[in-house]
């Protein structure tokens, strides 16, 4: 396109949506180039040691803390993601009453805020319960927040399995149960765990359910019904805190490139779907 | 041997039946996840309310949880909270909707290509690193106030509103646009006023997210926004009251629910009511929005 040769009014609306774009741009350059140049000079050995103190402020634990809680709140949420998903997909009319109702409820959950979560959280898992602040109390509330992008995810790659797949295994003589397991759910394995590293990068990323479910306590868990924090917990408590400032900043360096990894991840997959269709 | 051969089968069936009945209870759990969740905020959070009288909860102006006799009234976080959000749609849809445009109309191949990913890594960064940013970036240059949350929320629903749009922009007949151009209209009026009014539920759809977000959106708004309870009044003269700092609902359970006890913990939780019935509110007309871009 020429730009010489525009009308003004196109020349106005060409620079207006280039600009925007470019601002979008800049406003993420920006806020990657902030963080690691803020946060690389106090990127030090001391930082990674096992035990965590106010001298060196180690990240190590909350790493590991990290790891815990997106196992174990996998653990609980992708059977239920997975098994809620076939059986919308596989085992109901697609557009029935039922599978709106449900998908109504998880469209509810996907919308409610964070902290409400934790709010329930709080009253549900460690009072009611009694499990205290606990890495199980903020396994379950983060499983029930990332349910629904599970359930949507691999319902969606289940949905993008051809209906002759299923037919032919029918053909066969193989049951429902066994077209599911054996034709269905390998054909839809990509989609399934791009969903589920997209929930992983949400558990990673996670605050305000956490601060009043698994607490803020700053060294390795010895169990799951001990407090701990996660890597983002650890960067609120630094913050608040506000005397370590350039450790918390070295911590959103770490955070970062573990959710870069976990996009680039889940993008790679999302493009091995792409390339099946064709 | 047949004998076996239909026990066989039998064992087979019931375990069809048995796992159908798995699968029926998982997706059950959303369902009950959504009930558990009203059931426990609304059994601990009315009781506070109707200590307080829901009048004076929800139009009472001060909120001071630690003078005696205490007041909790939540009218300026509400007051907050919506105009935090008004200011991030202010900033971010415009924005957005030009950059989702930009991508689906302009963009050259190559630019795509990381465009795209980028977009989907600004929607993954955590809040918490958005709020470290907002602190050392934002904060500096307009202070701990309303200004700084808008900036920052408008920054955070971003990727929200260009992935959503940007879809629904490709969703539209590549006809209209043809058509347009075909009528003698230039590239950008085509785009703007023929492909995106046939995308504005799709828009509409972002927008809607946008929102549950922004009112959502906990850490971040902490870390910037200076979370001091205030009327509108205080807001006035309009450009210098914009640097006073603010308090949002989300703002007001975090930072204070960590030592509240008592009524002042039941009108924390009573805040928590307020924000999910908002949420339900917001999604009950999202719903609507999506049913009507299915007709």
């Known amino acids: 396109m020429n730009i010489k040769k525009m009308k ?14 470019i601002l979008t741009i800049c406003a993420l350059i920006y806020l990657i180039g902030f963080i690691l140049l ?23 634990p909350a790493l590991i803390s990290t790891v815990f809680m997106t196992f174990l709140s996998l653990l609980i949420a992708a059977p239920l993601g997975i098994g809620a998903a076939i059986y919308l997909a596989e085992y109901v009319r697609r557009e029935g009453r039922f599978v709106t109702f449900v998908r109504m409820m998880s469209e509810t959950l996907a919308g409610i805020p964070s902290i409400v979560y934790g709010l329930f959280g709080m009253l549900f898992f460690v009072n009611a319960l009694r499990w205290g602040y606990s890495l199980i109390a903020g396994a379950f509330t983060l499983s029930i927040m990332i349910l629904p992008l599970l359930m949507r995810s691999t319902e969606e790659a289940l949905k993008s399995v051809p209906d002759v797949w299923r ?20 054909a839809a394995s990509p989609g399934i765990l791009a969903g589920i590293i997209l929930a992983v990068g949400r558990v990673v990323g996670e605050t305000a359910a956490l601060i009043f479910t698994s607490g803020t306590v700053a060294q390795v868990p010895s169990s799951a019904l001990k407090s701990a924090r996660t890597l983002s917990v650890h960067m609120y408590v630094l913050s608040g805190e506000g005397l370590h400032m350039g450790e918390g900043y070295a911590t959103a360096v770490v955070l970062l490139v573990v959710v870069v990894a976990i996009n680039a991840l889940s993008a790679s997959l999302a493009k091995k779907i792409g390339a099946g269709d064709k | 041997m047949p004998n076996g051969d239909i026990m066989n089968k039998n064992k087979s069936f019931s375990l069809e039946i048995l796992m159908r009945g798995v699968f029926l209870s998982c997706a059950a759990v959303s369902i009950l996840a959504v009930l558990l969740i009203c059931l426990f905020l609304f059994a601990n959070g009315i009781p506070g309310i109707g200590k307080i009288g829901l009048l004076d909860f929800l139009t009472g102006t001060s909120w001071k949880p630690n003078d005696i006799p205490a007041s909790f009234g939540i009218l300026p976080m ?13 900033i971010g849809v415009p924005i957005g ?24 890594l600004l929607a993954g960064i955590p809040s918490v690193i958005y709020g470290f940013f907002g602190m050392a970036a934002i904060v500096p240059v307009f202070g701990n106030s309303i200004i700084s949350a808008c900036i920052l929320l408008g920054l955070m629903i971003l990727p929200t509103v260009i992935g959503l749009s940007e879809s629904a922009l490709r969703a539209v007949p590549e006809q209209f646009y043809e058509g347009a151009l075909a009528l003698g209209s230039g590239h950008y009026r085509a785009v703007y006023r023929v492909a995106l009014p ?12 946008g929102v549950g977000r922004a009112i959502g ?3 971040a708004v902490i870390m910037v926004a200076g979370n001091q309870a205030r009327m509108p009044k205080d807001m006035f003269p309009i450009p210098k009251g914009l640097f006073r700092g603010i308090r949002t609902l989300t703002a007001n359970i975090v930072i204070e629910m960590g030592y509240a006890a008592e009524l002042h913990r039941e009108a924390l939780i009573a805040t928590g009511v307020v924000l999910l019935i908002f949420i339900l509110i ?5 719903g609507d929005t999506l049913r009507r871009k299915k007709q």
């Open chain 2, 198 to 209: 046939a995308a504005k539920s799709g828009v509409m759809a972002a927008v809607v997210l």
């Open chain 2, 97 to 120: 909707v030009a950059s989702a445009v930009f991508m689906a109309f302009c963009c050259p191949k190559n630019l795509y290509k990381i465009l795209k990913p980028a977009i989907n």
């Open chain 2, 217 to 219: 959106e906990t850490m």
């Open chain 1, 167 to 186: 037919e032919g295994s029918f053909g066969l003589g193989a049951g429902k149960l066994r077209t599911v397991f054996k034709v269905v759910l390998p």
């Open chain 1, 8 to 21: 003004p009014t196109e020349l106005i609306m060409h620079v207006l949506t280039w600009g925007a774009a």
């Open chain 2, 78 to 90: 509400i007051v907050g909270s919506c105009l935090v959000t008004l200011g991030a749609i202010s």
């Open chain 1, 38 to 60: 803020k946060g690389l000079p106090y990127l030090k050995p001391s930082l990674f040691s096992l035990t965590y103190n106010s001298d060196n402020v180690s990240l190590m």
């Open chain 2, 282 to 286: 917001i999604n009950l007309c999202f």
